[in-house]
């Protein structure tokens, strides 16, 4: 059954809204569009390997308007989630965005260069250099809208990154604990859903089941917050920096 829509919710389900949206909800339609611009800003910024701006760059209105068509195609029970469904339709709308423009290019006859001819004229080690550059670039640029979308995350629970980095534990230990606690939360359904619904931590359960007092979890809460949005959002340059640590 579906939930009524709640105006300014922090609890969103956009599965649900979705479907609403479908039915003529106007508030859930918006809030989605509206909510969701970081995640369609982050889908675009992956798929074109550079940060997509919104207002500045077209790709984002590309994008945009693919999210809302989501909207309206989406089908529940088909083995997807609202989100990975948009994905999909945001990813291929800038597909085909990207070949209508390179067909739009005009390249000056001088500039058609025989392929193998171009690359016969290029050293081997040349071309391996510049394809490492240009891999080595792709993946800056991930990073980067990786780590804005994480700090627009933290953001929402009064973290800041300069802040997460002072408060990281020093001793390896210490860090371990740390992301066993946010793991447990992750996959405590009630767990999780309290931190939903109120944006923190159920420090009084968590005291009970794992093995940390509560002095411990209030002292690292923030950066147990932290480590739990790396667990459950779309961050895997992140969570390949903590490895580190498993």
Not at 107 to 119: D, K, L, R
Not at 200 to 223: C, D, H
Request: aromatic share 10%.
């Amino acid at each position: 059954m579906l939930v009524p829509f709640r105006k300014n919710t922090e609890n969103s389900r956009p599965d649900e809204y979705a479907l609403l949206a479908q039915q003529g909800d106007s508030q859930c339609r918006d809030y989605l569009l509206e909510s969701y611009r970081p995640y369609v800003m982050r889908v675009a910024s992956r798929y074109c390997r550079r940060y997509i701006l919104a207002g500045t760059d077209e790709e984002f209105s590309v994008a945009l308007l693919a999210f809302n068509e989501a909207i309206d195609s989406y089908r529940s029970g088909q083995g997807k989630g609202f989100l990975s469904f948009a994905r999909l339709v945001i990813e291929r709308r800038l597909a085909d965005y990207c070949r209508k423009n390179t067909r739009r290019r005009e390249v000056p006859f001088s500039g058609i260069v025989n392929e193998q001819e171009q690359s016969e004229s290029l050293p081997a080690a040349e071309t391996e250099a510049a394809e490492r550059a240009f891999a080595e670039q792709q993946l800056q640029s991930e990073r980067q809208a990786e780590i804005i979308h994480f700090s627009r995350l933290l953001s929402r629970y009064g973290i800041t990154l300069d802040e997460l980095v002072r408060i990281s534990p020093k001793h390896r230990d210490a860090r371990q604990s740390a992301m066993a606690a946010a793991k447990a939360v992750a996959e405590n359904e009630q767990w999780f859903d309290y931190f939903k619904k109120k944006n923190a931590l159920p420090l009084k359960s968590m005291e009970k089941e794992l093995p940390v007092s509560r002095k411990t979890l209030e002292r690292q809460r923030k950066y147990i917050v932290a480590l739990l949005l790396v667990y459950v959002e779309d961050l895997p340059h992140m969570r390949e920096y903590l490895k580190g640590d498993e």
